[in-house]
């Protein structure tokens, strides 16, 4: 008898799932996709200096040997007067002048809302004659009244529409732009303060600065190794961001106004009216004070109360900032677009050349910015790092 038996065609068995397929091609699209948008947001961060904290504290920790040789920071100095109700008496203001006068600072600030007694009230103006003829500047705000007279705020604007910026608020003070000569107002105290105010307008719309917007001006405009800085203009985007000469932007809140910077590494030195006055007077009687000359010969001295040593101390924190120059926006923008098209190459070209890449980006990079660095100029750094991660984790896929 012939035996007859089914043979089961190959075509016939149940398919075995795959586990290749399109799944690294998915894998190399999300990649790319998300070191993309990784890259931009990093590029944009560091174009609007959103991570100057952390570069501030990794500059701390290079050694001194590496760093150039920055220009000389501003030597800003605080001298505490006593206060009344946030206000300083013009005796005192008076008494603090006269004693300046016998030192060399550079310029004088009164940052504090001077209270004329009727004692005191006609040697003020004396003393101030006394004082700017010996050719040391003096800073005081005008009074608010509507004949008081403002000098124009030298800034360049963009605004761009309406619909798709918050509109700059500030604050209206009577007054009006007089080209007679210049004159800034003193900000209104707020408790706790909201910031530092820079700007205000005229009831005509007129922008005028505030006495701390001349204290920016002399930290932004002052000669650095002959780099004409006061040459540079100062501008001020969508209400919103100040960018100083070296491309150096600093963000606003809606009024105007700088935040006030923390203050736990504060260096700024300061000295109150009582042992300012002894000083004097033992300077006066032919006895050497070294200290006192060292600390406010060729300073920039802030006249206020205590409450302005944080203002004073955001400006320091500033300067140092401001010592660093950076790359302009278009090469910045530039550099951003070259990270993403050597993500794409490495990243569709397989593992050898994207370890390549990734390999010759950390190399360049770092050489870049260490060289950068001796010139004072910091480069954008954090989009290099994000493109040679990616460019990495391509590496450790598969084919």
Not at 353 to 358: K, M, V, W, Y
Request: charged share 15%; net charge negative.
């Amino acid at each position: 008898m012939a035996l007859y038996y089914l043979k089961e065609a190959d075509g016939d068995k149940e398919p075995v799932p795959s586990l290749g397929g399109n799944q690294p091609r998915g894998l190399f699209a999300l990649l790319i996709v998300a070191s993309f948008t990784i890259i931009l947001l990093a590029s944009i961060m560091q174009l609007l200096g959103l991570t100057w904290p952390l570069e501030g504290r990794l500059l701390q920790k290079i050694p001194p040997s590496i760093l150039p040789k920055l220009p000389p920071a501003a030597s800003l100095r605080l001298l505490e007067l006593p206060s009344t109700h946030g206000s300083i008496s013009s005796l005192d203001v008076a008494m603090a002048l006269r004693g300046l006068g016998k030192l060399h600072p550079a310029q004088i600030l009164i940052a504090s809302t001077v209270i004329m007694d009727q004692e005191s009230a006609p040697l003020l103006p004396g003393v101030l004659q006394t004082i700017r003829a010996e050719g040391i500047d003096v800073i005081q705000a005008r009074e608010f009244s509507k004949d008081t007279g403002y000098h124009s705020v030298p800034l360049c604007r963009y605004d761009p529409p309406s619909w798709i910026r918050l509109p700059l608020t500030l604050e209206s003070v009577p007054g009006k732009i007089s080209n007679k000569g210049e004159g800034c107002f003193l900000p209104r105290e707020t408790d706790p303060p909201k910031g530092i105010q820079l700007f205000a307008q005229t009831g005509n719309g007129e922008v005028i600065g505030s006495v701390w917007w001349e204290l920016l001006r002399k930290i932004v405009w002052e000669d650095k190794d002959d780099s004409m800085l006061h040459d540079l203009p100062i501008w001020l985007l969508a209400g919103s961001l100040l960018v100083a000469p070296g491309h150096t932007p600093i963000f606003l809140t809606q009024g105007g106004m700088i935040p006030i910077f923390e203050t736990g590494s504060s260096t700024l030195q300061s000295v109150t009216l009582d042992d300012f006055l002894l000083d004097i007077e033992q300077k006066e009687r032919g006895e050497k004070s070294a200290d006192l000359d060292t600390l406010l010969n060729d300073s920039l001295v802030i006249l206020g109360t205590s409450s302005e040593r944080p203002f004073v101390d955001t400006f320091q924190q500033l300067d140092m900032r401001l010592s660093w120059k950076h790359l302009s926006w278009v090469h910045q923008l530039f550099l951003a677009v070259g990270c993403l098209l050597f993500l794409f190459i490495g990243v569709t070209s397989g593992r050898i050349p994207s370890l390549i890449i990734a390999v010759l980006t950390i190399v360049a990079t770092t050489a870049i910015v260490l060289l950068s660095l001796r010139h004072g100029i910091l480069i954008p750094w954090l989009g290099p790092v994000f493109l040679s991660l990616g460019l990495l984790i391509r590496w450790m896929l598969p084919k």
